[in-house]
């Protein structure tokens, strides 16, 4: 059974399954199981984006600018309590139902809405739109790689997560430095990033089917491979809004 205390537990060999025992019912189990992951993850994104919408709403008299602009630890709150979600369903899955699961997964993506709220009043929306789609197809053609491909993307994974964390501790470096040249150079390495985590997560997910078809573990599957496509298009999407968001000032 996967590490379910790691959002991104270790992909075994692409078709590591016993020979013989795929079939029309397995490749049907599959397609049903990954078309799970995409609605979760697919709902995930626009609830949050309902949510961050509605908060921003009304601009600089929006609850959105009431809460960020203003002094007090409220701001702060709503900006980390995100990952207070992930580490519950990272760390706990094991002991949640599925139906617990599926509920901190709706609110971990509404409570994202109202993080990522800011970006309405930071940036216009028709460049929140463009970057939104364009976020889309890429994420959409690298999926599809991921699924298809038949090459091994495990080592190229492991690869890319120790890039990420040193994109966190470069991003907490900036908080210190404030240089808008390096904010930008971490937004690239943060696309291509986040960009190859697709690929690598899709190739995951579906290798995971092999391991919870028939189990009651596949329910928190289905939520825990939405859970990382989400937060790689969510990402991607934010460190591409760098590039392409046209500003309001």
Do not use: C, E, H
């Amino acid at each position: 059974m996967a590490n379910w205390s790691d959002p991104r537990p270790s992909a075994t060999a692409f078709g590591a399954s016993v020979p013989g025992t795929r079939g029309a019912a397995f490749d049907a189990g599959l397609r049903k199981y990954m078309l799970s992951v995409y609605n979760y993850m697919a709902s995930g994104v626009l609830l949050t984006g309902i949510v961050a919408l509605l908060f921003a709403s009304g601009g600089v008299d929006s609850m959105a600018a009431q809460v960020f602009m203003a002094p007090g630890i409220l701001k702060y709150v709503i900006m980390f309590s995100p990952l207070a979600f992930i580490m519950v369903l990272s760390f706990g899955i094991n002991k949640l139902s599925t139906g617990a699961a599926q509920a901190i997964f709706w609110a971990f993506a509404a409570v994202m809405g109202l993080s990522m709220s800011t970006i309405f009043l930071r940036y216009t929306g028709s460049s929140i739109a463009i970057t939104f789609f364009a976020t889309s197809v890429a994420f959409l053609s690298l999926s599809i790689y991921g699924y298809t491909t038949k090459r091994n993307l495990q080592a190229f994974g492991t690869f890319l997560i120790m890039g990420v964390v040193g994109l966190i501790v470069a991003s907490l470096l900036n908080l210190w430095f404030q240089s808008s040249a390096f904010s930008l150079v971490i937004s690239a390495i943060g696309v291509l990033l986040f960009a190859g985590l697709t690929a690598y997560d899709t190739q995951r997910i579906k290798g995971m089917y092999d391991y919870v078809q028939g189990t009651d573990m596949m329910g928190k599957a289905v939520i825990m491979g939405a859970l990382s496509l989400y937060l790689d298009f969510v990402n991607m999407f934010q460190f591409l809004l760098a590039f392409m968001g046209g500003s309001r000032d």
